[in-house]
């Protein structure tokens, strides 16, 4: 008797050690990509944090990319770094933002400065290391980060 419990428990474990090693992976897997989405969110906020020291360093657009470029550099996956300046006008009735130029651009209301903003995109494709069903071969993942420049 003892000896079919134990040849039913070596079955048990051989159809359900595929589904463990599936799981596994796949933890993995979304685990590495996490880290990548976390690395690029970093990436971003270094870019931001450049910026926002003062209006000379906002207006410099490849010293804001090299500051976000110096955090992309401890990435094992290679990251691009985009950086782009935007002026918007606030209408406070609706809370809406309208872009308009920066160097010519001017606002309806009362204050007739436009709001000034920065936005660091970054982004990086993570590859899948093993192929799992259900998974694609790869992600693109990318991070946004928007400052206000005053």
């Known amino acids: 008797m003892a000896r079919r419990v ?3 428990a070596a079955v048990e474990l051989l159809l359900i ?3 463990f090693a599936i799981l596994f992976f796949g933890l993995m897997t979304l685990a590495l990509a996490s880290r990548l989405k976390m690395e690029l969110s970093a990436t971003t906020r270094a870019g931001a944090d450049y910026a926002a020291y003062n209006l000379a360093r906002s ?3 490849p010293s804001i990319i090299d500051a976000a470029e110096v955090v ?3 990435s094992n996956t290679p990251i691009t770094v985009t950086a782009e300046q935007y002026c918007g006008c606030l209408d406070t009735a609706t809370e809406v933002l309208t872009v308009v130029s920066c160097s010519t651009g001017s606002c309806p209301a009362a204050d007739t400065r436009p709001l000034r903003f920065i936005r660091i995109q970054a982004s990086a494709t993570h590859v899948f290391p093993w192929d799992l069903p259900g998974l694609p ?6 991070s946004t980060t ?3 420049v005053f």
Do not use: M
């Open 146 to 148: 928007e400052a206000r």
């Open 59 to 61: 207006e410099d657009l």
């Open 137 to 142: 071969d790869s992600w693109n993942l990318t």
């Open 72 to 74: 992309a550099a401890y």
């Open 6 to 8: 134990s040849g039913i």
């Open 17 to 19: 050690a595929p589904v």
